[in-house]
């Protein structure tokens, strides 16, 4: 049996690693990360949005119903999209397009519809009461935080790694706003690398 893939959930807040389970750079030369719907069940998993036995219940959905699985997996990118484009608008000081910020409500929505607000511990969340094998689920919970991330009175500034071939977003907290990359062990080094390279040709 061939192991789930492991996704990067480093990027500061849930909606922007949904937005990064496409490497490479958009537009130019993107790398799908969800190939099917066992990946999206995966990441919903590893974010923490699915418990074990309610995953194990959307991959025998999907493989009962394999066309709507592909249908709830499109839409799921579709989203992911929206997400990206509204957070990078909003990065490089921009507007976000109207049909972006519909399509995120819209699905936010839907979750919300099926949710219900119950007390834990003296606290107040939002618990899914729909039904355990919608094939959508992690769709509306990536919804449902996105449009939450937009509502914060302190929207987090959120960069755009600076490198030619990664398009992934991350919350910058870092001093002044100066955050280039969305890791420094990843594209940074590489970075630094390629610098250090050129420095040594001219240098010889």
Not at 147 to 171: K, R, Y
Request: hydrophobic share 40%; glycine share 6%; aromatic share 8%.
């Amino acid at each position: 049996m061939t192991p789930p893939r492991q996704f990067d959930l480093g990027s500061g807040a849930l909606p922007l690693d949904f937005a990064n389970t496409v490497s490479g750079s958009r537009p130019a030369s993107p790398r799908e990360l969800l190939l099917d719907y066992d990946d999206l069940v995966a990441w919903g998993l590893q974010a923490c949005l699915l418990a074990e036995a309610d995953a194990a219940k959307l991959r025998a959905e999907a493989k009962r119903h394999p066309q709507a699985a592909r249908r709830a997996l499109e839409r799921a990118r579709d989203l992911r999209e929206a997400i990206y484009r509204v957070f990078t608008a909003r990065g490089a000081a921009g507007s976000p397009e109207a049909s972006d910020i519909a399509l995120i409500g819209a699905a936010a929505g839907e979750g919300f519809a099926r949710s219900s607000l119950v007390e834990r511990d003296g606290r107040y969340a939002w618990t899914w009461s729909g039904a355990r094998d919608d094939l959508d689920r992690v769709r509306y919970a990536v919804a449902r935080a996105a449009s939450e991330l937009l509502q914060e009175d302190d929207v987090p500034i959120v960069g755009e790694c600076a490198s030619d071939t990664c398009t992934w977003l991350f919350v910058d907290t870092s001093k002044n706003h100066s955050r280039r990359w969305c890791s420094m062990s990843d594209c940074g080094n590489r970075a630094k690398a390629r610098r250090h390279y050129a420095r040594t040709r001219t240098t010889n």
